[in-house]
């Protein structure tokens, strides 16, 4: 798999290798983190959560992980598919409950 | 999760006029928000929409300009007012705590695609 920062907006991956997504977090008192999927003409889909207590949480081929020492989020998806071929957004907030604040985004490019 | 379903999907409007944007919700939620998405970029929360209050804004938009309602806890309309071609954008509904759900996961909904000429 590759990773990529927000300062390279495109990551192209072979179909079934691993992707490693990258994001970095501006507030260090953010204590709540997550990931959404948007794909072409549809609205943001919610894909996985995690809290400041947290190092990481695994979800449905999908691994979010949380450095909070160099304010670092990453979503891993395993087995990359076509279908995963999407812009991801990482947000944090103050608390679960309050304002997302929102990353540019990567768009994930899949190669059949 | 919920089903939020925004009307309309989209829409070209002439400047000068407005658009009127309803979300409507399946299950009641206590918090509701509209975003916009200009084309290429990230999201950024126009506002909170509050149960039979006023909105509650972000810096740099007002109520003049983006009047939203909140009737009860599963519908909210944002207008559009005195559009220019630079409201051309993509508005998000989004809602968060959902009955029964106990958690604090936001949702958002498919999205209108304004264009103004």
């Known amino acids: 798999g590759e990773s990529v920062g927000l300062h390279l907006p495109t990551l192209s991956v072979q179909e079934g290798d691993n992707s490693i997504i990258n994001c970095a977090y501006s507030?260090?008192?953010?204590?709540?983190f997550i990931w959404y999927k948007q794909e072409s003409g549809k609205g943001p889909q919610f894909i996985i959560d995690?809290?400041?207590?947290?190092d990481k949480r695994q979800g449905q081929r999908v691994t979010v992980l949380l450095n909070k020492t160099v304010k670092h989020l990453s979503l891993q998806i395993a087995a990359t598919q076509p279908g995963d071929s999407a812009v991801y957004f990482c947000?944090?907030?103050?608390?679960?409950?309050?304002?997302?604040?929102f990353g540019k985004g990567i768009t994930l490019s899949v190669r059949p | 999760s919920a089903v939020i379903s925004q009307k309309p999907s989209r829409d070209i409007c002439q400047r000068g006029t407005s658009l009127t944007i309803q979300c409507q919700v399946d299950?009641?939620?206590?918090?509701m928000f509209w975003y916009r998405q200009q084309p290429g970029q990230s999201l950024t929360l126009i506002a909170t929409?509050?149960?039979?209050?006023?909105?509650?804004?972000e810096s740099g938009f007002v109520i003049d300009k983006f009047p939203i309602s909140r009737p009860n806890l599963t519908f909210s309309t944002l207008t559009v007012s005195n559009m220019s071609p630079e409201d051309s954008s993509i508005y998000l509904c989004?809602?968060?705590?959902?009955?029964?759900?106990?958690?604090?996961?936001?949702?958002f909904g498919p999205g209108t695609r304004l264009t103004v000429l």
């Open positions: 989004s809602v968060r705590g959902l009955a029964g759900e106990g958690t604090d996961t936001q949702y």
């Open positions: 507030n260090s008192a953010s204590d709540y």
């Open positions: 995690i809290r400041s207590n947290m």
């Open positions: 947000a944090e907030a103050f608390r679960a409950n309050s304002k997302l604040t």
């Open positions: 299950s009641q939620v206590t918090m």
């Open positions: 929409a509050n149960q039979g209050s006023e909105a509650t804004y």
